[in-house]
């Protein structure tokens, strides 16, 4: 089982291509798949209000307008959507403005022991800092339809993803691995 997990500021887009693709890709394959979409939660110093107070958009009501109810608990949906789904691995994709939230929803389920592996524009552009998180486990560099094929297969089988080629990953004794 696979857990796609789209972080995302509060109503911005929706999500990218990268996510239809990959479900997909996996579906495909024979993953089981689901979505963790953060688009139609209130997170961090980017709400709505924020955007409404520096004048990026017109007043409006989100769910009489829009028909979107907005939600708050962000880290407890995640933590029940992990619990129920039971996936064995996470793919995460992110921009930079997404990448704190998505190193908040990791630890958040840090104690299941899921292999996650984070993919996207940013950790494209900076994997060394994406590594450098402490949850953030394996980067996935440049397009990602066959790396997490590949990935979600050595997980599967319970091999080590090593020598997967467009990843970078840090080993149990903090070591990069830095694959081409």
Same mark, same amino acid.
């Given at each position: 089982?696979?857990?796609? /997990?789209?972080?995302?500021?509060?109503? @911005? !887009?929706?999500? =990218?291509?990268?996510?239809?693709? +990959?479900?997909? *890709?996996?579906?495909?394959?024979?993953?089981?798949?689901?979505?963790?979409?953060?688009?139609?939660?209130?997170?961090?110093?980017?709400?709505?209000?924020?955007?409404?107070?520096?004048?990026?958009?017109?007043?409006?009501?989100?769910?009489?307008?829009?028909?979107?109810?907005?939600?708050?608990?962000?880290?407890?949906?995640?933590?029940?959507? /992990?619990?129920?789904?039971?996936?064995? @691995? !996470?793919?995460? =994709?992110?921009?930079?403005?997404? +990448?704190?939230? *998505?190193?908040?929803?990791?630890?958040?389920?840090?104690?299941?022991?899921?292999?996650?592996?984070?993919?996207?524009?940013?950790?494209?552009?900076?994997?060394?800092?994406?590594?450098?998180?402490?949850?953030?486990?394996?980067?996935?560099?440049?397009?990602?339809?066959?790396?997490?094929?590949?990935?979600?297969?050595?997980?599967?089988?319970?091999?080590?993803?090593?020598?997967?080629?467009?990843?970078?990953?840090?080993?149990?004794?903090?070591?990069?691995?830095?694959?081409?």
């Amino acid at each position: 089982k696979v857990l796609l /997990v789209y972080p995302n500021l509060t109503m @911005l !887009l929706v999500p =990218s291509l990268a996510i239809a693709l +990959f479900t997909g *890709a996996l579906r495909k394959s024979g993953y089981q798949v689901d979505l963790f979409d953060t688009t139609h939660y209130i997170w961090g110093p980017t709400s709505l209000d924020t955007r409404r107070e520096n004048l990026q958009h017109r007043p409006f009501d989100t769910e009489k307008d829009l028909g979107v109810r907005l939600k708050t608990d962000i880290i407890g949906d995640f933590i029940k959507k /992990v619990d129920e789904f039971q996936p064995d @691995l !996470l793919i995460v =994709s992110t921009v930079e403005d997404t +990448f704190l939230q *998505a190193v908040e929803l990791l630890d958040a389920v840090k104690e299941a022991k899921i292999p996650n592996i984070l993919g996207g524009v940013f950790a494209t552009m900076a994997p060394e800092v994406a590594l450098s998180y402490p949850q953030v486990q394996m980067i996935g560099v440049g397009e990602g339809e066959e790396t997490i094929i590949e990935v979600s297969e050595r997980i599967r089988r319970g091999e080590s993803c090593d020598d997967v080629r467009n990843v970078r990953l840090k080993r149990p004794d903090g070591t990069i691995v830095s694959n081409p």
